[in-house]
């Protein structure tokens, strides 16, 4: 559970807090995973990266006041220009390319960001639907977004046995976070 709201700062009027305000909201949830073999899906593997250069990118400041958002207009374009090489990176090493991936699970952090994940790696809007659903219905709910995103997906049809996707989600430091994942 995470409580982006708590970072509302009444007295400051900075582009930083009023997006903020209006981008982030509040989630909770939460996933089992066990090493049982269950049909669903199945992480094969996880990959976390930390843009180097960019701590000052979102984040939070601790002041006597409470939280206060740091939260750079670059953020979209610091995951821009690190996805593709990064996710790249990941799938060589189970001996799998871009192509073979046929579901994404994506961390909707904005309609900029999430439309540029799409372009570096080639998706289309359709391929990204339970993202795309989940930012208009909720809008960024930090960490827990994913997890919607996920649940969004998991409402739909199945894919195939043995088909492979990709979760991704991103945060503070900044950083990506993913798993590879498989339909059993």
Same mark, same amino acid.
């Given at each position: 559970?995470?409580?982006?709201?708590?970072?509302?700062?009444?007295?400051?009027?900075?582009?930083?807090?009023?997006?903020?305000?209006?981008?982030?909201?509040?989630?909770?949830?939460?996933?089992?995973?066990?090493? !049982?073999?269950?049909?669903?899906?199945?992480?094969?593997?996880?990959?976390?990266?930390?843009?180097?250069?960019?701590?000052?990118?979102?984040?939070?400041?601790?002041?006597?006041?409470?939280?206060?958002?740091?939260?750079?207009?670059?953020?979209?374009?610091?995951? !821009?220009?690190?996805?593709?090489?990064?996710?790249?990176?990941?799938?060589? !090493?189970?001996?799998?390319?871009?192509?073979?991936? !046929? @579901? @994404?699970?994506?961390?909707?952090?904005?309609?900029?960001?999430?439309?540029?994940?799409?372009?570096?790696?080639?998706?289309?809007?359709?391929?990204?639907?339970?993202?795309?659903?989940?930012?208009?219905?909720?809008?960024?709910?930090?960490?827990?977004?994913?997890?919607?995103?996920?649940?969004? @997906?998991?409402?739909?049809?199945?894919?195939?046995?043995?088909?492979?996707?990709?979760?991704?989600?991103?945060?503070?430091?900044?950083?990506?976070?993913?798993?590879?994942?498989?339909?059993?």
């Amino acid at each position: 559970m995470e409580l982006p709201t708590l970072t509302l700062q009444r007295d400051d009027p900075s582009p930083a807090n009023l997006v903020s305000c209006a981008l982030f909201g509040d989630g909770a949830a939460a996933t089992v995973l066990t090493g !049982r073999p269950a049909r669903g899906l199945q992480v094969v593997g996880t990959h976390s990266h930390l843009i180097p250069d960019s701590l000052d990118a979102m984040g939070f400041d601790l002041k006597g006041s409470g939280f206060h958002i740091v939260l750079s207009r670059s953020v979209p374009q610091l995951i !821009r220009a690190e996805i593709g090489a990064v996710t790249l990176d990941f799938l060589q !090493r189970h001996q799998l390319a871009r192509a073979d991936l !046929r @579901f @994404f699970l994506l961390h909707p952090g904005g309609q900029k960001l999430l439309a540029y994940v799409e372009e570096e790696m080639g998706l289309l809007p359709e391929q990204t639907l339970p993202s795309w659903k989940v930012l208009s219905e909720y809008g960024n709910l930090s960490s827990a977004t994913v997890l919607f995103v996920m649940k969004e @997906f998991l409402a739909g049809p199945p894919p195939q046995s043995g088909e492979h996707g990709l979760l991704a989600a991103f945060g503070p430091g900044f950083s990506m976070e993913m798993c590879l994942l498989q339909w059993n």
